[in-house]
């Protein structure tokens, strides 16, 4: 596999007042071509970090050292890296159409005209599997439902064709279900697209189900990277451990018969 993204050792700040957080701490870690790549850890260890600063994204209050390497050129904002969020509102526009935003990107950056992009937005509402893509490409936001909504901001994500798409916990305020269409969806995509995913969770066991490889972040550093199978079945790290060992506690059933 070629390589995307070389990152090394990376570190991010952010100041606040006169003291400073840091966010990301000295990150080595080079991400191949096609792969899809999970991203696990607890909250605040630096992840959402982690993808704006491949994105080109951090706030001015940010300060970003080390180097990350693009073999095939520097990607431009908008076109080369897609990202699909957490809360898809805050992705979509209330008063934009369905239509208008999927549109928007391939407008911007493939230099069609809003007539093609709204062709092209068509054909992506179907690609997302949405149901009757002519009537969506005029509906609003609120007309539809979270799981609906999440695919809409993917189909806009990928609008303009990127290299990466980046999932940040897009999947994290959906109901099981609906998780593991827009899970299936992302992964056929990618597939599909030649895109390389990368594919941000708190949840260890949706990082196994989807990703080829998982990193794993604790308090800002990267403590293990491996092939999605060893570090669930065989974790290096104490930390990869328990939070295995967590998800199992949550979600194995009680042994029959077993009662306290
Ligand atoms: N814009 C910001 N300003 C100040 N601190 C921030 C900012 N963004 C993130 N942080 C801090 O950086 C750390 C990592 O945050 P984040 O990357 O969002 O973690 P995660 O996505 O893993 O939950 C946290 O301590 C968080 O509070
Ligand atoms: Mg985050």
Known sequence: MTVLTTIEDLSVAFRQGTSSVTALDGINLTIKNGEQLAIIGESGSGK??????LAGLLPAS?????????????PIPG?????????????LDPVLTIGEQVAEGAVAHLGL????????????????????????????PHQLS???????????????GPRLLIADEATSALDTIVQAEIVTLLRSLVAEEGMTLLFITHDIALASSLADRIAVFRQAKLVEIGAAADITRQPREPYTASLLGAHIDLTTPPLVGARA
């Open 146 to 160: 979270g799981g609906q909504r999440q695919r809409v901001a993917i189909a806009a994500a990928i609008a303009a």
């Open 79 to 91: 076109r080369d890296i897609g990202m699909v969020f957490q809360d898809p509102s805050a992705s």
């Open 62 to 74: 940010a300060r970003q050292t080390g180097t990350i390497d693009w073999p095939g050129g520097p």
């Open 48 to 53: 959402s970090t982690l993808a704006l600063t």
């Open 113 to 140: 005209g809003w007539k093609a992009a709204g062709l092209r937005a068509r054909d992506l509402l179907a690609r997302v599997q949405l149901p009757d893509p002519d009537s969506l490409l005029r509906a609003y």
